[in-house]
């Protein structure tokens, strides 16, 4: 039965016979490669202004984690582009280290980190009310930076 969906960050329906990625324009797939060593893999996560993948570096030889900006709105990039900016230029054992930088090849940015494994802090809220430890912790970590 035919059908028509709109996801988040899409602008416009699409029969959900074709493929869901479609709307994310600044999309990359799985075995893509990005700046001749990035090989991309699962996606990881997803937000209103674009994806994160999981990846491989073939020159450092680990996993890395690949956020693409999937439109190409002006404030969407500039803001991309300022937090990219940050985060270059931070360096704290309590932030995500920023690797490397770039565009795919239909010219959307992407910003290549470590890969952080493990459980983000809404689910575990979600999970459990944190004890007072607990949330002392992440503030003293967050305070840090």
């Excluded at 959900?16 to 990625?21: G, N, Q, S």
């Excluded at 999309?27 to 700046?35: P, Q, R």
Aim: aromatic letters at 6%.
């Amino acid at each position: 039965m035919a059908g028509l969906v709109v996801e988040r960050g899409c602008t416009q329906a699409h029969d959900f016979t074709i493929l869901r990625v479609a709307c994310y324009r600044g999309g990359v797939k799985t075995g893509d490669v990005l700046a001749g060593r990035f090989e991309v893999g699962d996606l990881a996560g997803e937000g209103g202004m674009g994806r994160v993948y999981r990846a491989y570096d073939r020159v450092r030889q680990t996993f890395v984690a690949i956020k693409v900006l999937a439109t190409d709105s002006g404030k969407h990039v500039e803001r991309f582009e300022r937090e990219a900016n940050i985060l270059a230029d931070l360096s704290s054992p309590n932030i995500v280290r920023h690797l490397e930088r770039g565009t795919t090849e239909d010219g959307f940015p992407y910003l290549v980190m470590d890969l952080l494994e493990g459980e983000d802090l809404a689910k575990r809220i979600a999970r459990a009310h944190l004890t007072l430890e607990e949330s002392l912790a992440i503030v003293r970590g967050t305070a840090k930076i």
